[in-house]
């Protein structure tokens, strides 16, 4: 899962500034997102840049190289503070490691954003753009608990719990189903990486250990792609509930094909255009809403339950990581 360039100050390739391009006149702003290897990165990563653009505003990127890489990203911020951007997107790659250089960067009249996580404590950046992790679990807990067979032994397969996403959708996901993790409901946990390998290698030792297994919750869906690919050698297809999160084109086609029953769709196009709305404040000196703005959930299944609101995949692959 390596960084897609180094994190040289001439840029990122074509579409990052020069090093000199902070000083150079105008408006520049720094992106700083996690490992362009998942989608859902690239994607947040280019809608940023193009509503920076659509502004005439020059743009520095950087990125992550694997999961968790903060100390890239320290590094990507100093650059920028010493360009003088004017703004920093930034996708934080732990809640506590750059509370430091996000200080330096604001005590020089930088306004900072966090897209799709946020820092602890949460005013540590001016403003935060993400998904309620915490809500979006609850939706497919309350839908894996109306559509789960009568006897259900769940599997939970999780991202490092430490990340605010991931322990979001993890509580939210008990919250919804009415359960903590030391219910006997609850027949095991894995941690995986977040990728189709790691689900379907989790997937196959808990259905070794806990060959009941029924209803699977993921924590995205190159996870829940992986388990299901697990569950189907098993001869399990069709008998297991699986939920997760994420949104993407190739995870609504999977709820099309009945390999995941529900997922959350997530808005990250959204969450990059806000944050860029609440950037042109810098001229005028306006700092935008404190806190947290949801940039929105909807729940995709093709099995609606009766209460919950919900579209098709359908609607999910017409609207897959666009607006909402």
């Known amino acids: ?126 403003a935060t753009y993400a998904t309620d992790n915490l809500a979006a679990g609850k939706l497919i807990g309350q839908w894996a608990k109306a559509s789960a067979p009568s006897n259900p032994h769940i599997a939970m397969l999780d991202f490092d719990l430490s990340d605010g996403p991931a322990s979001g959708r993890h509580n939210g996901f008990l919250s919804g189903y009415g359960i903590d993790v030391k219910s006997p409901l609850v027949a095991g946990t894995a941690l995986t990486q977040g990728t189709i390998d790691t689900g379907q290698s989790a997937m196959e030792n808990l259905l070794s250990a806990h060959p009941d297994i029924n209803v699977v919750y993921t924590i995205n869906e190159p996870t829940a792609h992986g388990a299901y690919t697990a569950i189907k050698n098993k001869g399990l297809a069709g008998k297991t509930v699986m939920v997760s999160v994420d949104g993407a084109c190739t995870g609504v086609e999977d709820v099309k094909n009945g390999a995941i029953g529900a997922t959350a769709m997530q808005f990250p196009s959204k969450m990059g255009q806000m944050a860029v709305t609440a950037a042109a404040y810098i001229k005028d000196g306006t700092k935008p809403k404190a806190g947290l703005t949801d940039s929105g959930t909807v729940l995709i299944t093709d099995k609606p339950v009766p209460g919950l609101a919900s579209q098709t995949s359908a609607w999910g692959l017409a609207h897959c990581w666009g607006p909402k």
């Open 1 to 126: 899962m390596a960084g897609t360039c180094a994190l040289a100050l001439a840029g990122c390739g074509s579409n990052s500034t020069s090093a000199s391009a902070g000083t150079s006149g105008g408006v520049t702003i720094g992106i700083v997102e996690l490992n362009l290897s998942n989608p859902f990165f690239g994607t947040l990563e280019k809608a940023t840049e193009s509503a920076a653009k659509a502004k005439g505003w020059k743009v520095m990127k950087a990125e992550a190289k694997v999961p968790g890489d903060s100390a890239t990203q320290v590094t990507a911020i100093e650059n920028m503070i010493a360009n003088h951007v004017k703004a920093i997107v930034v996708d934080p790659a732990n809640s506590t490691a750059l509370n430091g250089v996000v200080k330096q960067a604001r005590d020089k009249g930088i306004l900072v954003m966090t897209v799709n996580s946020s820092l602890s404590p949460l005013n540590t950046a001016d």
